[in-house]
Nanobody, 124 residues
Framework: QVQLVESGGGLVQAGGSLRLSCAASGRSFNGYVMGWFRQAPGKECEFVAAIRWNSATTNYADSAKGRFTISRDNAKNTVYLQMNSPKPEDTAVYYC?????????????????WGQGTQVTVSL
């Protein structure tokens, strides 16, 4: 059974840094694309970043470019989201997701597996 477990969320000051982790288990993720999404209260789920497991090719939302970095550690079967210089508008529940869809898609409906989410709160 596939499991995605996020961790690393919490309260961070604007301009600081935070690293989210997503521990993946239950199968080999070779050939998968792993994504990070977020959802703020009253807002729709929003794409943040994606990475192809095999090649580490990445894709970012405009809001994340230059501030966030997605990466993966094959040995630990873990995907990371390094958040630098976060802003209050980055406050949301962050979800890790996995898809077999080939493209580095930003479409949440194409992702097959989801974690439970981790809360990130950015204060001024």
């Amino acid at each position: 059974q596939v499991q995605l477990v996020e961790s690393g969320g919490g309260l961070v000051q604007a301009g600081g840094s935070l690293r989210l982790s997503c521990a993946a288990s239950g199968r080999s993720f070779n050939g998968y694309v792993m994504g990070w999404f977020r959802q703020a209260p009253g807002k729709e789920c929003e794409f943040v970043a994606a990475i192809r497991w095999n090649s580490a090719t990445t894709n970012y939302a405009d809001s994340a470019k230059g501030r966030f970095t997605i990466s993966r550690d094959n040995a630990k079967n873990t995907v990371y989201l390094q958040m630098n210089s976060p802003k209050p508008e980055d406050t949301a529940v962050y979800y890790c997701a996995a898809t077999r869809y080939y493209g580095l898609t930003d479409d949440a409906s194409r992702y097959d597996y989801w974690g439970q989410g981790t809360q990130v709160t950015v204060s001024l």
